[in-house]
């Protein structure tokens, strides 16, 4: 019975177990795995000679009804926009969408007719091969245009799907940054 307790005992002694031997590092075998970075253009990088958007057909973002009116005359129509609730103005080159409560232009509107836009104080045929030299590569196509950023300002030009031709020209605040 003792040596029965005996080999029992050896067996589950902590001191009767040795350690298994661990391979040594130059005998096992390495491969080395270079991670793969996915290339990534930021919206400012993206950018053509076009650095800011300032002004559209001569008129600003920031400009007043009243500076709207000495540089364009009096508007020829005035109707509610229902998605804004706002008023939007018709002149002769553009419209305005113009929240008279905040004095706030929501857009710039350039209809797709025109022959050509002023951007700045640089004038752009209104194609889209102009529009895209002038601007750069698109931060966004969507199914019906494409979208230009420069810092919280946006222009989105409109196109008629499956066509190259343009509806119309929009700048806009870029409220989703």
Not at 64 to 93: N, R, W
Not at 123 to 143: C, F, H, K, T
Request: charged share 25%; with cysteine.
């Amino acid at each position: 019975m003792m040596k029965l307790l005996l080999v029992m005992f050896s067996v589950i002694s902590p001191f009767s177990v040795q350690p298994a031997a661990v391979p040594a590092a130059q005998d096992m075998q390495w491969t080395v795995v270079e991670e793969e970075v996915p290339e990534v253009t930021l919206a400012a990088d993206r950018s053509g000679p076009v650095r800011h958007f300032q002004t559209l057909n001569g008129i600003s973002l920031d400009d007043s009804k009243g500076h709207i009116i000495s540089e364009k005359g009096q508007p020829l129509h005035k109707k509610m926009d229902p998605y804004l609730g706002c008023p939007e103005y018709e002149f002769a080159d553009i419209k305005v969408g113009l929240c008279e409560d905040t004095g706030e232009i929501q857009y710039i509107h350039i209809d797709g007719t025109e022959e050509r836009l002023k951007l700045n104080q640089q004038w752009i045929d209104m194609n889209i091969e102009s529009i895209r030299q002038a601007l750069g590569e698109p931060y966004v196509v969507a199914e019906d245009g494409e979208v230009y950023l420069r810092g919280n300002q946006a222009i989105k030009v409109y196109i008629k799907p499956g066509t190259e031709q343009i509806d119309g020209v929009d700048l806009f605040e870029d409220h989703l940054q």
